[in-house]
């Protein structure tokens, strides 16, 4: 995606863009507003982690397997992303600012092209993450409910195993993912950041993010 400043017209399917749409899918805390990364304890969650196992490897799996077809993948990805993610805090949370002053109209029209743009991208990166296994290395409790389960990513295309972190938020058989460092980023930030700077360079106007997202998700559901 674009750094703050620019807008999003020259930027759907470059590499960084692409990486951030779909892990920012995957979560976004409404109060995170600072790195997860500045956790300050040091105990493990089981339960947290067993949550990341379980879905988050379902995810891995979905995404590479060659039996389906797209029409199947699409269908049962859809299903595993509710599981594993909270999505309506993920949607409020990317719209920055404007998650405030958005209208009702507005929000379901956004809430339907952001899922179906970030499901698309995800896809049609498929080869990029076309990993086989999932494990649970670790996690970091922030505060009780509040943890960062690390994992890494490793077989089918992927030569050398792929860490990425997940923020998770909740605790007993409620936990969702919120936010997926992948390479260092907290990647809902980085998506938040877009969109409002999508925003701000449209003078407000909500409607500008909604039709790119719409044009840019239609327009990636073919790409393979």
Excluded at 4 to 21: H, I, S
Excluded at 123 to 146: F, H, N, W
């Amino acid at each position: 995606m674009t750094s703050p400043g620019k807008t999003m017209k020259n930027t759907p399917f470059t590499r960084r863009g692409a990486n951030a749409a779909l892990l920012t899918f995957f979560g976004a805390a409404a109060l995170a507003v600072t790195s997860p990364a500045l956790a300050a304890a040091q105990a493990r969650d089981p339960g947290a982690e067993a949550f990341v196992q379980t879905k988050a490897q379902r995810v891995v799996t979905i995404l590479a397997n060659k039996g389906m077809s797209d029409a199947q993948k699409k269908q049962v990805f859809h299903q595993a992303v509710d599981e594993l993610a909270d999505v309506p805090r993920v949607t409020n949370f990317v719209l920055g600012k404007y998650a405030r002053t958005i209208t009702p109209d507005q929000k379901a029209r956004f809430a339907t092209v952001f899922r179906t743009y970030a499901e698309n991208v995800y896809q049609s990166r498929i080869d990029d993450y076309r990993g086989e296994q999932l494990k649970v290395t670790g996690s970091v409790v922030r505060k009780p409910g509040d943890v960062i389960v690390n994992t890494v990513i490793s077989g089918g295309q992927i030569t050398q195993p792929l860490p990425v972190s997940w923020r998770v938020l909740g605790g007993g058989q409620n936990w969702k993912v919120v936010d997926v460092q992948f390479k260092g980023i907290w990647l809902a930030i980085t998506q938040q950041q877009d969109f409002v700077s999508t925003i701000d360079n449209a003078g407000g106007n909500i409607d500008v993010l909604i039709n790119q997202l719409q044009k840019n998700g239609s327009g990636s559901s073919g790409r393979r």
